[in-house]
């Protein structure tokens, strides 16, 4: 015990503590007593930090030096130095310096002068370049992998962008396994490596070659010829050598399967039960092509979709995508059949945002309200978005943000009119440590001169579990004269809600939900519900469970929602 009090007490600086143990008289003891004098605490005398090579002339090392809090008179303490001094090692091979080394490292501590006198000095010599990328296992063309370095050949290194460039591999889905590694063992060498001298073959600049001095001397004759002075032999020797050390890139990949098969079953209160399946290509060919196909079954809705991805020089950030899409819908006051071809052009910029240029052709034999049309339409359209969030699964902090536009005009052959506007935004804050604070808008409008002639597709309905909660799946829109559904051309919905945290994995959740599909904008009122609910992190994401009570639906005073999956 006093060995250790000892050893603990050094790190804050007291050195020479007094400990007096005094045991308490049952027998045997239980329990003991531990008095501690710390004594005269040590305080810096000397503090002598130094930065050599080219590492002294780049910031993170100065700022890590800089931020030291210890200075010459303050008392001794080991964390900040050790912190230090292990993040300059750190800072070394994250930003290549792979030669690095401390030539000084020393502290000299003096208890009976009651200082310390504390010596660092790194010699990080010469910051590698990234050298060439050498790739092997790959069933993709090489050109598209090395596109998506965050690097180029000749820039400095940093460790951070072998990282990113791992992740970018893994995120294309083309391999099973990734490894991004550099080839530490890989060092610079002279074209003449620098002779070992020793007394049996020094040689002197007059090209004499000399045994020890002693009693005797020999001499050696000149060698005929001209000769090779040292200033020569060095400029010689590095003749043929690289500027700069560089540390090569190997690349080890494995291909991913060529078929992903997932079956799904789900249940929410909107649609009752679900069943979803999805078969997956996620490459097609050398280049990288993807093809994805997906079967959504519910009673109300039925869908099959699919995507075709073609990668362009940054794949993960610029593709061409085509898309089909069959649907089904039977519910309440409508009753359509649908079929869409898509072609779009997307973007994604460093700000994170995507940009998506699209034309799209649909036909769409429908019932709505009663009446029966059947429309093909083509038309161009573009958005952005934007995802940002924190951990997925049950994101602290998050935001989303979506607005397009589509324009159809009979000029081009289409058989509606129409200028459609969308625009969503949801946004994720922790309230100090148990309070999560969810809030989303959503709005949209139509300018067209024959609403007859807008699919159910492109129409504004709301109301359910993730939108006006309360209120039954898009049963919240413009009526006949009959009482059906007609769809609205304009849609305003907001909501607020405060989770807090119980216990485990836990939240409670009080909501307040308001919105309405409309025609003529302003409505007058708009419906609203407040609840409450109940949230569990379950590793597929968060399992919600709300009762909502609608203000203005006389007939049904509180509806149960019930849902799986995060927000985003």
Aim: glycine fraction near 8%; proline fraction near 7%; hydrophobic fraction near 35%.
């Amino acid at each position: 015990m006093a060995r250790r009090t000892r050893e603990a007490m050094r790190v804050y600086g007291y050195y020479e503590p007094r400990l007096a143990i005094a045991l308490d008289e049952t027998e045997p003891p239980q329990h003991v007593a531990l008095t501690i004098d710390p004594g005269p605490r040590v305080r810096i005398q000397v503090l002598d930090v130094n930065l050599e090579g080219e590492a002294a002339s780049d910031s993170p090392f100065r700022d890590t030096v800089d931020a030291l809090p210890l200075a010459v008179g303050d008392p001794l303490l080991h964390a900040p130095w050790d912190r230090m001094r292990n993040r300059l090692a750190n800072l070394s091979l994250e930003r290549g310096y792979f030669d690095w080394r401390f030539t000084d490292r020393r502290m000299e501590v003096r208890p009976f002068d009651e200082s310390a006198r504390l010596y660092l000095t790194l010699d990080s010599g010469q910051r590698y370049d990234f050298g060439q990328v050498s790739i092997r296992g790959s069933h993709i063309v090489e050109e598209r992998l090395r596109s998506m370095a965050p690097f180029t050949p000749g820039e400095p290194y940093l460790a951070g962008d072998v990282a990113l460039y791992a992740q970018r591999l893994g995120q294309s889905r083309w391999f099973s396994s990734v490894s991004v590694r550099p080839r530490l063992d890989a060092r610079r060498e002279l074209a003449f490596p620098p002779p070992t001298l020793g007394w049996w073959n020094e040689v002197t600049t007059e090209g004499e070659a000399l045994l020890p001095r002693g009693p005797t001397r020999l001499r050696m004759a000149r060698p005929p010829g001209p000769q090779l002075s040292a200033q020569a032999l060095a400029a010689a020797s590095q003749l043929h050598a690289p500027e700069r050390p560089n540390m090569p890139i190997d690349i080890e990949v494995a291909p991913a399967d060529r078929h992903h098969f997932e079956v799904g079953v789900g249940f929410a209160t909107d649609v009752g039960p679900r069943l979803s399946f999805s078969w997956d290509q996620p490459w097609i060919n050398r280049y990288g092509h993807s093809l994805d196909h997906d079967l959504f079954i519910s009673q109300p809705e039925q869908r099959l979709t699919g995507t075709y991805l073609l990668p362009l020089d940054d794949p993960l950030r610029d593709q061409y995508r085509f898309q089909y899409g069959f649907r089904h819908r039977d519910m309440d006051d409508t009753r359509t059949n649908e079929l869409s071809l898509e072609a779009a052009r997307r973007w994604e910029f460093d700000n994170r945002w995507v940009q998506t240029v699209y034309v799209r052709a649909t036909y769409e034999d429908f019932t709505q309200g009663g009446e029966a049309e059947s429309v093909f339409i083509y038309y161009p359209g573009v958005s952005w978005s934007r995802t940002r969030t924190r951990d997925p699964r049950f994101p602290t902090w998050g935001d989303r943000q979506r607005i397009a536009f589509e324009y159809s005009d009979s000029a081009w052959g289409s058989d509606a009119d129409f200028l459609r506007m969308t625009g969503d935004t949801e946004w994720i804050r922790m309230l100090g440590e148990r309070l999560r604070f969810v809030t989303r808008l959503s709005v949209g409008a139509i300018e067209t001169d024959d609403f007859s002639q807008i699919p159910p597709s492109l129409r504004f309905f709301t109301g359910g579990d993730r939108s006006v909660r309360g209120y039954a799946f898009e049963s919240l829109a413009p009526r006949n004269e009959e009482g059906r559904l007609i769809g609205g051309q304009q849609l305003l919905v907001g909501s607020a809600e405060l989770q807090r945290h119980v216990t485990g994995d836990w939240w409670g959740a009080l909501f307040l939900d308001s919105g309405d599909a409309f025609t003529d904008w302003w409505p007058e009122q708009l419906n609203t519900g407040v609840g409450l609910g109940v949230r569990w992190i379950s590793p597929v994401g968060p399992v919600r469970f709300d009762v909502a009570h609608p203000f203005d639906d006389e007939e049904n005073a509180w509806r149960i929602h019930f849902t799986i999956g995060p927000e985003f």
